[in-house]
């Protein structure tokens, strides 16, 4: 099956840094790979996701790309804001045996200070 | 646009008694719906997807008989943890996608149940 890697665990930046957030996937069929946000006690919400068939995409503040022949992707966060502190998830879509399904990472604790 | 309820949003049960959570899309038709559980600080863990009229499908490790899944309609698919017990205490979330294959790719979560078995 798929296997998702994220890095870091936890990510601290100043307000208006820079937050760039890394994961590897195992599985070269998959195709699809959001960004969740999560907030302490919130369900997940979808921020950006990218097609296999797109290295890069752009909306606002928030950027991923993805590099298929090495099988990685990253968020990017420009000029962060404290309300950007949440857990962040990547995923990626593979066809498990129940269709094509979600692996999450372990998720990324980003705290944006003032 | 694509809003999904979950209900009940928090749930104490006593041991060995079972727990029904409904997962609904409001306003798209979800042929899939997928149910995860999430323990504190941690990430996701895909328990089983179900199709709209068939069987869930089950990962390894989740027991079918324990968590009852059914998704009888485009906009409902309900999760019966059966003869719960405290292990069974978590965070239960799920899932709706508005297509399947290379169709729409995108998942859309609903708010989770916490779920605590005293």
């Known amino acids: 099956g798929e296997n998702v890697e994220q890095h870091p665990s936890t990510l601290s930046v100043q307000e208006g840094d820079s937050a760039v957030i890394k994961c590897t996937y195992s599985d070269s069929a998959s195709n699809y790979f959001p960004w969740y946000k999560q907030e302490l006690g919130k369900r997940p919400q979808l921020i950006i996701d990218?097609?296999?068939?797109?290295g890069e995409k752009k909306d606002q503040r928030i950027a991923v790309t993805l590099n298929k022949t090495a099988k990685h992707f990253s968020l990017h966060i420009t000029e962060t804001q404290p309300e950007d502190s949440a857990v962040y998830f990547c995923a990626a879509r593979w066809n498990s045996n129940s269709g094509y399904a979600l692996n999450f990472g372990k998720g990324t604790s980003l705290l944006v200070t003032p | 646009g694509a809003v999904v309820s979950q209900h009940p949003s928090w749930v104490i049960c006593k041991s060995g008694t079972s727990v029904k959570i409904e997962c609904r899309s409001l306003d798209f038709q979800a042929t899939t719906m997928f149910w995860y559980r999430q323990f504190p600080k941690q990430s996701l863990m895909l328990m089983a997807t179900?199709?709209?009229?068939?069987?869930?499908?089950?990962e390894q490790g989740v027991e079918k008989d324990k968590f009852l899944i059914n998704h009888a309609s485009l906009t409902l698919s309900t999760l019966t943890v059966t003869s719960a017990h405290p292990e069974d205490s978590s965070f239960y979330i799920c899932?709706?996608?508005?297509?399947?294959?290379?169709?729409?790719?995108?998942?859309?979560f609903g708010p989770g149940t916490r779920l605590t078995v005293t």
């Open positions: 990218i097609r296999s068939n797109v």
């Open positions: 179900s199709n709209e009229g068939s069987k869930a499908t089950y």
């Open positions: 899932s709706a996608s508005p297509g399947t294959g290379d169709g729409r790719n995108e998942q859309y």
